[in-house]
């Protein structure tokens, strides 16, 4: 199953071959390297070489954005009421993964059909599109990233959306040691959205792996759901992962305790020159039965 964000109007895939994406971010073209796309571009347009933006990866690691016709350095998107700050960084990036409104908009419905207030933890929550979905949707949300930064841009986020005043809490903080403080204080939560990295390092030196850590932290953040949870969702970029994996570990997890429904699949974006699909990750969902 694959799981489409096309509903977007302020942002487009417009073409991607040949190892990269060009895409309009509201008025700002942006052409920018991708590994998933590995078939050839059929004819590199006028568009591809006036992009506004294209960013060049370097032989040593990184790479650098050739600015090729003056835009602002940030800039704000909408996605229905919902708007996000847009500015190009480094390693390519732009503070937005537009593939993920298809979640935004799955969470919203449940919240908004659950008919009861929603606690939400948002973990390796990042500039928060899920948070200020969620928070839009009505739910109380709990927004976590250890990166200062990326909890100031969420922050702002949440202002730009209009939703300043809902009851979101940002924190700046290591993720596992958060939800094993949560668990301490005894704080529960009736929907868990995370989206862990392949590879990181804690404030300590500690070594986070997907492949070793993501089952046991799972696990963990059982201990924070609520008696009656909405739903659970396990995003993740990592190559090479199958969504069945992340299937196998509601399913050993929240499943064997809550019963429920799981969904899983990928995640993807329309190409409008093409009419394909690109893929742009995976997902798990779980949710309470009807």
């Given at each position: 199953?694959?799981?489409?964000?096309?509903?977007?109007?302020d942002y487009e895939?417009?073409?991607?071959?040949?190892?990269?994406?060009?895409?309009?971010?509201?008025?700002?073209?942006?052409?920018?390297?991708?590994?998933?796309?590995?078939?050839?571009?059929?004819?590199?347009?006028?568009?591809?070489?006036?992009?506004?933006?294209?960013?060049?990866?370097?032989?040593?690691?990184?790479?650098?954005?050739?600015?090729?016709?003056?835009?602002?350095?940030?800039?704000?998107?909408?996605?229905?009421?919902?708007?996000?700050?847009?500015?190009?960084?480094?390693?390519?990036?732009?503070g937005l993964f537009?593939?993920?409104?298809?979640?935004?908009?799955?969470?919203?419905?449940?919240?908004?059909?659950?008919?009861?207030?929603?606690?939400?933890?948002?973990?390796?929550?990042?500039?928060?599109?899920?948070?200020?979905?969620?928070?839009?949707?009505?739910?109380?949300?709990?927004?976590?990233?250890?990166?200062?930064?990326?909890?100031?841009?969420?922050?702002?986020?949440?202002?730009?959306?209009?939703?300043?005043?809902?009851?979101?809490?940002?924190?700046?903080?290591?993720?596992?040691?958060?939800?094993?403080?949560?668990?301490?204080?005894?704080?529960?939560?009736?929907?868990?959205?995370?989206?862990?990295?392949?590879?990181?390092?804690?404030?300590?030196?500690?070594?986070?792996?997907?492949?070793?850590?993501?089952?046991?932290?799972?696990?963990?953040?059982?201990?924070?759901?609520?008696?009656?949870?909405?739903?659970?969702?396990?995003?993740?970029y990592t190559t090479?992962?199958?969504?069945?994996?992340?299937?196998?570990?509601?399913?050993?997890?929240?499943?064997?305790?809550?019963?429920?429904?799981?969904?899983?699949?990928?995640?993807?974006?329309?190409?409008?020159?093409?009419?394909?699909?690109?893929?742009?990750?995976?997902?798990?969902?779980?949710?309470?039965?009807?």
């Open positions: 199953m694959i799981f489409v964000a096309d509903k977007w109007k895939l417009i073409d991607a071959g040949s190892g990269e994406r060009l895409e309009r971010w509201g008025k700002v073209i942006l052409r920018r390297p991708d590994p998933q796309i590995i078939w050839p571009l059929e004819k590199e347009t006028t568009k591809w070489k006036n992009a506004d933006a294209h960013y060049h990866r370097s032989s040593t690691g990184g790479g650098h954005w050739e600015i090729k016709n003056k835009h602002p350095e940030r800039w704000n998107i909408s996605y229905g009421d919902l708007s996000f700050y847009i500015r190009p960084t480094g390693f390519k990036h732009t537009p593939e993920q409104a298809a979640n935004w908009n799955w969470m919203m419905e449940k919240i908004m059909a659950a008919g009861r207030p929603i606690r939400v933890l948002n973990l390796f929550a990042y500039t928060g599109g899920a948070t200020v979905a969620c928070a839009y949707a009505g739910a109380q949300v709990c927004h976590v990233d250890a990166a200062k930064g990326m909890v100031q841009w969420a922050k702002e986020n949440l202002h730009l959306s209009g939703l300043g005043d809902r009851p979101v809490r940002f924190i700046t903080d290591d993720v596992f040691k958060f939800v094993q403080r949560e668990i301490r204080r005894g704080n529960k939560y009736d929907a868990i959205i995370m989206d862990p990295p392949s590879y990181g390092r804690g404030p300590n030196g500690e070594t986070w792996k997907l492949e070793e850590s993501l089952y046991p932290f799972v696990e963990t953040c059982m201990e924070v759901l609520s008696d009656q949870p909405l739903f659970f969702l396990i995003n993740s090479g992962l199958s969504p069945t994996v992340l299937h196998n570990i509601l399913s050993l997890t929240i499943s064997m305790r809550y019963g429920g429904k799981i969904t899983s699949g990928e995640i993807g974006l329309p190409i409008s020159t093409s009419r394909l699909i690109l893929p742009a990750g995976i997902l798990a969902r779980w949710e309470e039965e009807a």
